[in-house]
């Protein structure tokens, strides 16, 4: 079955600009969560969305949001870019949440702002 | 605070020898859930493997196997017979707890270089 789509795979962004992120999770899961990747800070937890709804988020400024789709597809928004968003964005997904036995993640998009 | 602990920034190992990855943790919660990853320069995470703080036995999955302590808070990644294909990092990740929460707290990670 397919894996966790994650587009674009590549971004390019200038300062001040913003971005959207997309997240196509597992047939029939229904959380998706989001992480940002940098070598500085590593593995950092954005926010899950389940069935719509925001269940969870990390600690991030307001210019991240997200959101759901009824399909559990799932976007991501940057508003404002800052250099300091340059990172790997993954999203990850799971049937339930918690979830019992882990997130299947997406190869991610690495984003880079100029 | 929950913290995930991983103290090799970088290990080598010859290819077909055995190496054990390091992972501590620190909770105060009764329930959780321990996980690792693997993530190749492409940048996917890939799941290996899963212990729940409940399970009676090491959890194992092929070549990997968690040596888990509980006692000591530790929970290392043992891979056996290391293959060039093993070079990757590997991340160490514990299921954040209270409530409905569901998100992975992770290390800082182990980059493992398998020599041939």
């Known amino acids: 079955k397919a894996g966790v789509t994650q587009t674009p795979r590549y971004l390019i962004k200038t300062r001040g600009q913003q971005v959207t992120l997309s997240c196509s999770p597992i047939s029939g899961h229904r959380s998706v969560s989001w992480y940002q990747q940098t070598p500085g800070q590593g593995l950092q937890f954005l926010f899950e969305?389940?069935?719509?709804?925001?269940?969870n988020k990390g600690n991030f400024p307001g210019r991240f949001s997200g959101r759901q789709f009824s399909n559990s597809r799932s976007e991501m928004n940057v508003s404002t870019l800052e250099l300091g968003d340059s990172a790997l964005y993954l999203c990850?997904?799971?049937?339930?949440?918690?979830?019992?036995?882990?997130?299947?993640f997406g190869s991610g998009t690495r984003l880079t702002v100029v | 605070a929950q913290k995930i602990t991983q103290t090799q920034p970088g290990m080598f190992v010859q290819e077909k020898e055995a190496v054990t990855l390091d992972c501590t943790y620190d909770?105060?919660?009764?329930?959780?859930?321990l996980f690792w990853y693997k993530q190749p320069s492409s940048g996917e995470m890939i799941f290996l493997i899963y212990q729940g703080s409940y399970d009676q036995q090491n959890a194992t999955e092929g070549r990997y196997s968690l040596n888990f302590q509980k006692a000591r808070k530790s929970a290392n990644l043992v891979i056996s017979a290391s293959q060039l294909g093993d070079s990757a990092m590997y991340f160490c990740a514990m299921r954040d707890s209270g409530g409905s929460q569901g998100n992975l707290i992770f290390g800082k990670g182990t980059k493992l270089s398998v020599k041939p």
């Open positions: 969305y389940f069935s719509e709804t925001q269940r």
């Open positions: 909770t105060s919660d009764p329930s959780y859930g």
């Open positions: 990850a997904s799971s049937l339930d949440t918690p979830p019992l036995n882990g997130y299947t």
